[in-house]
């Protein structure tokens, strides 16, 4: 099945989510996907030394005081943040709250790749933030394996990442953060031969892997 004008679902989606973070229900929707995240810290996830957060915006959930309090909270982990390099692919530098930022383009807070005092990292875990996702098989790579699948911004940066980190570390943990109502049925959106799958997908109702 052909997909639909991906254009015109993202700009849905994203007037969708910012109209939602206006109803009363977002707030706690948002704060469960947080403790959802916690919980999974202190469990699926507690061998992670080192994740790769984002830095919101257009309404994403804000993720980075629960990792920063998950940082300070043991010596030796690490957050790391995503830029943006020319072709198209994204490296993470390691982050502390408080360290300076740059603004680049669509207005989204990075490192300074030119600042010689930050540290390139492979983090152990990505967390990416979904403007749609959906829990399908993909018949342009496995017809009999199903799989978590991001719509994101359409720029290809978080999938030539992954598909290049994924070679170098292959445990590394992909996963995707948004909300339960923004899963997409194979009727609306269909993931192409070019999309790297998610490990696992965090929404309200939790963390779930793709092997659950």
């Given at each position: 099945m052909q997909n639909p004008d991906l254009k015109t679902l993202?700009?849905?989606l994203l007037r969708e989510r910012m109209a939602y973070v206006q109803d009363p229900s977002a707030s706690s929707a948002s704060q469960a996907?947080?403790?959802g995240l916690n919980r999974a810290l202190r469990t699926e996830l507690q061998s992670l030394r080192s994740i790769a957060l984002y830095w919101p915006i257009q309404q994403e959930i804000d993720l980075r005081q629960c990792l920063v309090d998950w940082a300070k909270a043991e010596h030796g982990r690490q957050l790391a943040l995503p830029a943006m390099r020319t072709d198209k692919r994204l490296?993470?530098?390691a982050w502390q709250d408080g360290d300076a930022l740059?603004?680049?383009q669509h207005g989204i807070s990075e490192p300074?790749?030119?600042d010689p005092n930050i540290q390139l990292i492979e983090p152990d875990c990505i967390l990416?933030?979904?403007v749609g996702w959906s829990w399908a098989i993909n018949t342009h790579k496995d017809s009999l394996q199903m799989h978590y699948w991001r719509l994101g911004y359409g720029g290809g940066y978080f999938?030539?990442?992954l598909a290049r980190?994924?070679?170098t570390k292959p445990n590394i943990a992909c996963i995707g953060v948004g909300y339960d109502w923004q899963q997409l049925s194979p009727a609306q959106w269909q993931a192409e031969a070019h999309d790297e799958p998610l490990d696992a997908m965090l929404t309200e109702s939790g963390l779930r892997f793709k092997g659950d």
């Amino acid at each position: 099945m052909q997909n639909p004008d991906l254009k015109t679902l993202r700009n849905r989606l994203l007037r969708e989510r910012m109209a939602y973070v206006q109803d009363p229900s977002a707030s706690s929707a948002s704060q469960a996907v947080i403790e959802g995240l916690n919980r999974a810290l202190r469990t699926e996830l507690q061998s992670l030394r080192s994740i790769a957060l984002y830095w919101p915006i257009q309404q994403e959930i804000d993720l980075r005081q629960c990792l920063v309090d998950w940082a300070k909270a043991e010596h030796g982990r690490q957050l790391a943040l995503p830029a943006m390099r020319t072709d198209k692919r994204l490296d993470f530098y390691a982050w502390q709250d408080g360290d300076a930022l740059v603004n680049q383009q669509h207005g989204i807070s990075e490192p300074n790749p030119d600042d010689p005092n930050i540290q390139l990292i492979e983090p152990d875990c990505i967390l990416i933030p979904c403007v749609g996702w959906s829990w399908a098989i993909n018949t342009h790579k496995d017809s009999l394996q199903m799989h978590y699948w991001r719509l994101g911004y359409g720029g290809g940066y978080f999938d030539r990442t992954l598909a290049r980190l994924r070679t170098t570390k292959p445990n590394i943990a992909c996963i995707g953060v948004g909300y339960d109502w923004q899963q997409l049925s194979p009727a609306q959106w269909q993931a192409e031969a070019h999309d790297e799958p998610l490990d696992a997908m965090l929404t309200e109702s939790g963390l779930r892997f793709k092997g659950d």
